[in-house]
């Protein structure tokens, strides 16, 4: 049997998950009438949760879209979840605005799953021990992001301010699609209007967001999907030379270390594989290349092989002083003792 108290916080939390819910559905899920529904909704009105109501047979309630909600009932995994889902976005967003949530989901919740809270966030340690490091995060504007995601919900064109990589200002006018995260930044998928294409363009790069009244036109997006066409495109972008080698190595030993903007693997016999890279640098490919620590054949460039050949007499070298230097030393300890 529910109390009245966590009955009508239920009832928001559901609110919350689902949108919108049917007056009878919430009836029955608690076990009450229509009318007890009714008072619970009255009740959280009061407590300033801002309700819509839907009159009628097929009639229920909902949340206000875009209003300002009062603290949010959250249970203690869910506390949690917040906790850990902003000890990591600090890292991705400004700081002081992922720190200033952190202390509204604080005070929202009871003293003991603060406490918990508290002691989770002062107890975690973040390590980076695989040594393969992302690109620095791109913080980006969090009302733009916002703005962006209404105009790909809405199918609305969007005209926004958009810094390219040499610093130059613009005004552009595109069809909203979609917005990708990837490599720690946000991307802005649209077809450009006046370039008429198709375009990614880094959302940190992006102010003045203005949403129009327009709607996106009806164009064939190019490819499988905006995920794979994404992938190209951020690719074409990041992969300023390219490469082909073979790896004596199994399939799977060598996927784990490629992602899909970085190459392909394919295989080519029981134990090697077929890979087709890029960077932005052919000493980059063969660095990377040498940590699947096998057996590798340079199909092409000869580019490729001046690398390798360069980071091989970088090692030799590397190895010739680190002898020498040791040979010295013991050399000269010894002429030490020998002296009177």
């Not at 909704?41 to 875009?66: F, H, K, N, W």
């Not at 509204?104 to 003293?111: C, D, I, T």
């Amino acid at each position: 049997m529910w109390h009245t108290a966590s009955r009508s916080f239920e009832v928001l939390r559901k609110l919350q998950r689902k949108g919108f819910v049917a007056g009878e559905t919430l009836a029955f899920d608690f076990g009450v009438t229509t009318r007890t529904i009714r008072r619970d909704v009255a009740r959280l009105r009061d407590l300033g949760y801002p309700i819509d109501t839907r009159l009628g047979i097929d009639g229920g309630y909902s949340l206000e879209p875009g209003t300002v909600l009062p603290p949010i009932f959250l249970s203690v995994d869910e506390a949690l979840a917040c906790t850990l889902a902003l000890r990591q976005w600090n890292e991705a967003a400004e700081q002081h605005l992922a720190a200033g949530v952190l202390q509204k989901v604080l005070a929202s919740v009871p003293k003991r799953v603060q406490w918990i809270m508290t002691a989770l966030d002062q107890a975690a340690v973040d390590l980076e021990i695989d040594g393969l490091r992302e690109p620095e995060a791109a913080p980006v504007d969090v009302s733009v992001l916002g703005d962006l995601a209404r105009a790909c919900v809405l199918h609305r064109r969007v005209e926004f301010l958009h810094t390219d990589r040499s610093g130059k200002e613009k005004m552009r006018k595109a069809d909203s699609s979609a917005l990708v995260h990837t490599a720690r930044r946000w991307y802005f998928v649209a077809f450009d209007l006046d370039r008429d294409e198709w375009r990614t363009y880094r959302v940190d790069r992006i102010s003045v967001v203005t949403v129009t009244e327009a709607p996106v036109r009806g164009r064939v997006f190019p490819g499988a999907g905006v995920e794979a066409w994404a992938t190209q495109q951020l690719r074409s972008s990041w992969q300023q030379v390219t490469a082909t080698v073979r790896i004596h190595a199994p399939l799977e030993a060598v996927s784990r270390w490629m992602a899909p903007a970085w190459g392909t693997v394919e295989a080519d016999s029981a134990g090697s594989v077929i890979v087709r890279a890029g960077a932005d640098s052919y000493d980059s490919i063969a660095r990377w290349l040498l940590l699947v620590q096998a057996d590798i054949d340079v199909i092409k460039p000869a580019e490729l092989r001046a690398a390798f050949g360069r980071i091989a007499a970088q090692a030799a070298r590397s190895a010739t002083e680190a002898g020498t230097g040791s040979a010295l030393t013991e050399a000269d300890g010894r002429s030490r003792r020998d002296r009177p």
